[in-house]
Each structure stands twice: as C-alpha cells, then as structure tokens.
C-alpha cells in the first residue's frame, strides 16, 4: 500500500529578510567601491568623468530600487491546509487565497525566492529563510514539492503500472 502523498499542514512566514538586506547592501557597496576606484585611478579625462558620473548615477539608482524593494516586502503568512495555500497578512490579519501552487524560482535549501498569484491582485514574490522557522521549514518544503500538486489520483495511477526497461537501461512505466 503506498502512503498518502499530501503534504502536512504548515504556517510559515514570510517578510523583510536580514540576510537578503545584507546581502543587497553588500551588493551595492562593491558597486559603489568599484565606481570610486575607477574615479580615483583614471578619469582624468573629461570623457572618463561623464562616464563615471553616468557609472555613479546608475549606481545610486540601483542601489535606492533594491532598498525600495527590500523594505516594501509584504510580511505575512504563508498557509498550506493539505487543500489550497493561503496568503495571511500582517498586522491587518488579512487572508487570501492563492491560485493554483507557489512557483520556486531560486531554492538554496536554508532560502527560497518564491512568487505566488493570490486570488485577487498582482503576483507576489516571497523571499522564505529556514530561520523564519526552524521547526516549520522542512514541512514547507514538503508542502512546496509535494506530488499532490499534480492533481493526478495517486490509485488511478498506480493500479497495474509495472516496471520494465527500456533499451538505453532506463525504468518505464506502464
């Protein structure tokens, strides 16, 4: 007998992640390093130092979008009721459904970069660190890669399907 492939229940939550702050700000800070030595070891030229101000000015761009994006993360909730995922925002207590499952677009096993499509809205993009909750985290991740998402019947599925070979030493079903 095979064993239920839903994951269990979880509550994770999600918001402004220190680690992706640090992260950004080293990011920006090696940008701006970068752009000050190439001020200080060859623009003496007029040419060089529109180019340089041009260098700074995307810079100083760049650097205030990540900080925009970094500190306007939504904080919340993310639900799994072995059914359907739930967005719970915070403080406001807000609730959502989400359509359809979370698409993981970067997993580095102790983070995830999600987006989720909430019923009502834009997409949302979710950064998730294992230590938003340590006790929590393997159950998301089960949640995220469980093989209930393929809303295929596991017996339908599994009712005579055998194992054979095929030429090149591949399994098959059938």
């Known amino acids: 007998m095979r064993a239920s492939s839903h994951a269990p229940a ?4 999600y918001g402004r992640a220190r680690r992706l702050g640090w992260c950004l700000g080293f990011v920006a ?27 700074l000015t995307t810079a100083v761009i760049c650097s ?10 939504p904080v919340g909730q993310l639900s799994w009721d072995g059914g359907q995922w739930r967005l719970f925002g915070n403080p406001s207590g807000s609730e959502q459904a989400v359509l359809g499952w979370p698409q ?12 989720v499509q909430p019923a009502l809205g834009r997409c949302i993009w ?15 991740r089960r949640a995220i890669y469980s093989p209930a998402r393929n809303k295929r019947s596991d017996a339908t599925e599994t009712m005579g399907a055998t194992s054979s070979r095929q030429d090149d030493g591949s399994h098959t079903r059938t």
């Open 126 to 140: 979710l950064w998730l660190e294992r230590g938003g909750d340590r006790t929590q985290w393997p159950a998301l």
């Open 64 to 73: 205030a979008a990540a900080w925009h994006g970094w500190h306007s993360m």
């Open 104 to 115: 993981v677009h970067l997993d580095l096993q102790g983070a995830m970069l999600l987006s």
């Open 10 to 13: 979880v509550r994770y939550p």
């Open 29 to 55: 800070a090696c940008g701006f390093a970068s752009i000050g030595a190439w001020l200080l070891l060859g623009t003496a030229d007029a040419d060089g130092v529109t180019k340089a101000v041009a260098g």
